[in-house]
């Protein structure tokens, strides 16, 4: 299908609401939205996946079925909690990709979402 890309969509202060969107996916394919707060490079090559990586440490994952258009959306509330401020929030796309390479996943690159308050 080509390269998946997702995008963040919001203010990401704290106590709203940041849209993120996995885009160029095969239509309905179970996607994970990967969120995570630590950076990492690991190749999926040995697990049947060259090309992709785990640009994350995982700490939640959020299972989304793409739309008829090739879209995954998932919307994450902040917490209206100030501690919150300054926090690297780093997504990820995990989508099931069938014949793109053995393990039939595809991967996007890492976003980083900077947390604000107020």
């Known amino acids: 299908m080509g390269m998946t890309s997702h995008t963040g969509e919001g203010t990401a202060l704290t106590g709203t609401q940041v849209v993120y969107r996995g885009l160029n996916l095969r239509p309905w394919a ?3 939205m990967v969120y995570g707060f630590a950076p990492q490079s690991l190749s999926l090559t040995l697990m049947g996946a060259p090309g992709c990586w785990g640009d994350l440490v ?3 994952t959020e299972l989304r079925f ?3 258009s090739g879209i995954a959306t998932d919307t994450l509330n902040i917490p209206a909690n100030p501690s919150l401020a300054g926090l690297p929030l780093l997504t990820q796309i995990l989508a099931s990709d069938p014949g793109n390479n053995p393990l039939g996943m595809q ?3 890492r976003l980083q979402t900077l947390i604000r308050h107020w």
Do not use: K, M, W
């Open 66 to 68: 793409a739309n008829g």
């Open 30 to 32: 179970p996607t994970f």
């Open 107 to 109: 991967t996007s690159r």
């Open 58 to 60: 995982p700490v939640a």
